[in-house]
């Protein structure tokens, strides 16, 4: 059965660092896009970050350059490293495989969120 | 910035089929966007029901269908059920990477 576990969230001030992790069973991260998704209290969901299986990495404007996605292979495990962290980061963060689809016609390779793990809650306040 | 706008809420009767949109701020979605659609019920997390515009995920029921309907894409649900109460979210890929999720849809099956 393929399945994604999030862990590392937690309460932290404003200006710390964090780092998640997804513990992936069933399958490998090393052969697979790999996503970030958060959703602040309240709020709708938000596309973080994103692995490609050749070390692409993608953001979204509200972190880039403050998080880093990566993966340790051996871990079979991807990662979510946030720094200079903000009270709007406060979020439930969800991890999800990124099932790769490659269009013929346009020589395109996209994503889909497919198997979604339950979340972990990053609280940032001081 | 491109936003992705979606129904802030939809009402849909038991039995019913209700059409969910999802469009651009500025410009036409297409299949190009590869658009998908998930569903979260309140305090889950959420389910992937369509990709690639039309494709179902596995163990999706057929009630559940979507489509790019003029200048949007669109998820349709025929035959509503109360357990489709629940949020709705499309995603759309921008390109180089990058997706961006709709603001999401609140539907109510009464």
């Known amino acids: 059965e393929v399945r994604v576990v999030e862990f590392g969230g937690g309460f932290i001030q404003p200006g710390g660092s964090l780092r998640l992790s997804c513990a992936a069973s069933?399958?490998?991260?090393?052969?697979?896009?790999m996503s970030w998704v958060r959703q602040a209290p309240g709020k709708g969901l938000e596309w973080v970050s994103v692995i490609y299986t050749a070390g692409d990495r993608y953001y979204a404007d509200s972190v880039k350059g403050r998080f880093t996605i990566s993966r340790g292979n051996s871990e079979n495990t991807v990662f979510l490293q946030m720094d200079s962290l903000r009270g709007e980061d406060t979020a439930i963060y969800y991890c999800?495989?990124?099932?790769?689809?490659?269009?013929?016609?346009?020589?395109?390779?996209?994503?889909?969120?497919?198997?979604w793990g339950n979340g972990t809650t990053v609280t940032v306040s001081s | 910035q491109t936003v992705v706008t979606q129904e802030s809420s939809f009402s849909v009767s038991p039995g019913g089929t209700v059409t969910l949109t999802c469009g651009l701020s500025?410009?036409?979605?297409?299949?190009?966007?590869?658009p998908s659609w998930y569903q979260q019920t309140p305090g889950q997390a959420p389910r992937t029901l369509i990709y690639n515009t039309d494709t179902r995920s596995s163990g999706v029921p057929d009630r559940f269908s979507g489509s790019i309907l003029g200048v949007k894409a669109a998820l349709t649900i025929t035959g509503a059920q109360a357990d489709d109460e629940s949020d709705y979210y499309c995603?759309?890929?921008?390109?180089?990477?990058?997706?961006?999720f709709g603001g999401g849809t609140r539907l109510t099956v009464l």
């Open positions: 069933g399958f490998s991260v090393s052969s697979n896009y």
């Open positions: 999800a495989t990124a099932n790769r689809h490659y269009d013929l016609l346009t020589g395109i390779y996209s994503y889909y969120m497919d198997v």
């Open positions: 995603v759309l890929f921008m390109g180089r990477g990058v997706s961006v």
């Open positions: 500025s410009g036409s979605v297409s299949t190009s966007y590869y």
